[in-house]
């Protein structure tokens, strides 16, 4: 049982590299204690899934899709957006936290991701609360804006998307997401990178650490949030829209 709630040491390997806390010791006992016990099948088929592409590092990890499904719930949110799809693997955590009648709109630049992982949602009955939409966010958040039963409708949004369309999101976001909802970023800590924390990283890693920077700094001074960065995975901040 232990064996199969850890999941392939491939897997293990990806996971260590999406926390901030002091050990990997640390950090597998909070996964072997609290959150793989507690994790659907279909989640964990999914992660091992994902952490056999070439990209698995860019998918959330296991503790801070069980922290976004509790806070889902919490908000009893019904209708969500997603900004970043990759394998599904956030998606299908929104979909099983929503409601029977709850929808999530997922958008990405690139279809063949979500195709991996898409059987696996499948066969999870909630395909039926996801609606995929492929191509660049931005021109489809703006079609959302032009139709106004869409505006202010949205309960939640997550974005893992890229960096430098980081605020374009946000203030599209504010437009669809209600005031009192909620709006998420990941990665705002950014491998450490934000803190001048310079480790063995990709140049495209570090060439983005400019734009997280400026969303961190624009999203403390924006007076029509409410926020909170919190130190799970690679950074993930919350935004309550007040106006």
Same mark, same amino acid.
């Given at each position: 049982?232990?064996?199969?709630?850890?999941?392939?040491?491939?897997?293990?390997?990806?996971?260590?590299?999406?926390?901030?806390?002091?050990?990997?010791?640390?950090?597998?006992?909070?996964?072997?204690?609290?959150?793989?016990?507690?994790?659907?099948?279909?989640?964990?088929?999914?992660?091992?899934?994902?952490?056999?592409?070439?990209?698995?590092?860019?998918?959330?990890?296991?503790?801070?899709?069980?922290?976004?499904?509790?806070?889902?719930?919490?908000?009893?949110?019904?209708?969500?957006?997603?900004?970043?799809?990759?394998?599904?693997?956030?998606?299908?955590? #929104?979909?099983?936290?929503?409601?029977?009648?709850?929808?999530?709109?997922?958008?990405?630049?690139?279809?063949?991701?979500?195709?991996?992982?898409?059987?696996?949602?499948?066969?999870?009955?909630?395909?039926?609360?996801?609606?995929?939409?492929?191509?660049?966010?931005?021109?489809?958040?703006?079609?959302?804006?032009?139709?106004?039963?869409?505006?202010?409708?949205?309960?939640?949004?997550?974005?893992?998307?890229?960096?430098?369309?980081?605020?374009?999101?946000?203030?599209?976001?504010?437009?669809?997401?209600?005031?009192?909802?909620?709006?998420?970023?990941?990665?705002?800590?950014?491998?450490?990178?934000?803190?001048?924390?310079?480790?063995?990283?990709?140049?495209?890693?570090?060439?983005? #650490?400019?734009?997280?920077?400026?969303?961190?700094?624009?999203?403390?001074?924006?007076?029509?949030?409410?926020?909170?960065?919190?130190?799970?995975?690679?950074?993930? #901040?919350?935004?309550?829209?007040?106006?």
């Amino acid at each position: 049982m232990a064996e199969n709630n850890q999941g392939t040491s491939q897997n293990a390997n990806v996971e260590t590299q999406k926390h901030l806390l002091q050990s990997d010791a640390l950090y597998q006992y909070i996964l072997e204690t609290s959150v793989y016990p507690r994790e659907p099948e279909c989640l964990k088929e999914l992660r091992d899934l994902t952490a056999k592409h070439p990209h698995a590092i860019i998918a959330i990890p296991a503790h801070e899709a069980q922290f976004l499904m509790l806070l889902l719930k919490l908000i009893n949110a019904k209708k969500t957006l997603e900004i970043g799809v990759f394998t599904g693997y956030s998606l299908l955590c #929104t979909a099983l936290a929503l409601p029977t009648d709850g929808k999530v709109i997922g958008i990405d630049i690139n279809r063949e991701p979500y195709d991996l992982g898409r059987p696996i949602i499948e066969s999870a009955g909630i395909a039926h609360k996801i609606d995929f939409r492929e191509g660049p966010a931005l021109p489809i958040l703006d079609e959302f804006i032009q139709h106004e039963e869409m505006v202010g409708c949205f309960d939640f949004a997550f974005v893992d998307a890229d960096k430098h369309n980081a605020l374009n999101y946000h203030e599209r976001l504010l437009r669809l997401v209600k005031i009192g909802g909620l709006i998420c970023f990941d990665n705002s800590l950014w491998c450490g990178t934000v803190a001048g924390c310079v480790a063995t990283l990709p140049e495209q890693v570090i060439n983005a #650490t400019h734009y997280v920077i400026e969303l961190n700094k624009a999203l403390a001074a924006d007076k029509r949030i409410e926020i909170c960065q919190l130190p799970i995975g690679d950074g993930l #901040t919350l935004c309550r829209r007040i106006s």
